[in-house]
T-cell receptor, first 120, second 109 residues
Framework: GAVVSQHPSRVICKSGTSVKIECRSL??????MFWYRQFPKQSLMLMAT?????????EQGVEKDKFLINHASLTLSTLTVTSAHPEDSSFYIC????????????????FGPGTRLLVL | GQNIDQPTEMTATEGAIVQINCTYQ??????LFWYQQHAGEAPTFLSY??LDGLEEKGRFSSFLSRSKGYSYLLLKELQMKDSASYLC??????????WGAGTKLIIKP
């Protein structure tokens, strides 16, 4: 239970292009989804929090016009990295909250497998 | 404000027991989570404590003392596959997770 999928798992793109990453909760409805970024050997860094049907809340220092988040339904959130540059290369991970099937309380965040982005 | 501390790295032997500590300071508290993260993968949920005491789940147990701002994750009968980073995360009064930097656990044969 509490399975979260993420697509694509890996993407390589040219500098200046946009990349869209999808995050889906497969067996529960996620009231809230989170987007994280993690650089090698560093800790998770929360980028933004999104609730279904409302605008995402971005963490300080995260450009909302560069990292577009759409939480269109209770099972789908997307992150679009616009005009990607090499410094955007990172491991992007989404998580979803709201399911009891995973064994934890409703506030437990269940993570997707992550998307490794490489911008050339 | 909030603060979470856990050791950066620990080493243990296969078959042994290891305890990973996490101390925290916070004005609001709604529970403490432990996650496991293998290299190159996303974190997976291990445990949640909101009341004082020990929660046992197979080879893994998690303990909480709210008065001391202290938790630990206890791993028994260590296996090589337990080599991973272990993340302590505090849920604050707004039900947001505050993440520790993680403890990298190295298991040696």
């Amino acid at each position: 239970g509490a399975v979260v999928s993420q697509h694509p798992s890996r993407v390589i793109c040219k500098s200046g292009t946009s990349v869209k990453i999808e995050c889906r909760s497969l067996d529960f409805q996620a009231t809230t989804m989170f987007w994280y970024r993690q650089f090698p050997k560093q800790s998770l860094m929360l980028m933004a929090t999104s609730n279904e049907g409302s605008k995402a809340t971005y963490e300080q220092g995260v450009e909302k016009d560069k990292f577009l988040i759409n939480h269109a339904s209770l099972t789908l959130s997307t992150l679009t990295v616009t005009s990607a540059h090499p410094e955007d290369s990172s491991f992007y991970i989404c998580s979803a909250r709201g399911g009891l099937a995973g064994g934890g309380p409703q506030e437990t965040q269940y993570f997707g497998p992550g998307t490794r982005l490489l911008v050339l | 404000g909030q603060n979470i501390d856990q050791p950066t790295e620990m080493t243990a032997t296969e078959g042994a027991i290891v305890q990973i500590n996490c101390t925290y300071q916070t004005s609001g508290f709604n529970g403490l989570f432990w996650y496991q993260q293998h290299a190159g993968e996303a974190p997976t949920f291990l445990s949640y404590n909101v009341l004082d005491g020990l929660e046992e789940k197979g080879r893994f147990s998690s303990f909480l003392s709210r008065s001391k701002g202290y938790s630990y994750l206890l791993l028994k009968e260590l296996q090589m596959k337990d080599s991973a980073s272990y993340l302590c995360a505090l849920m604050d009064s707004n039900y947001q997770l505050i993440w520790g930097a993680g403890t990298k656990l190295i298991i040696k044969p």
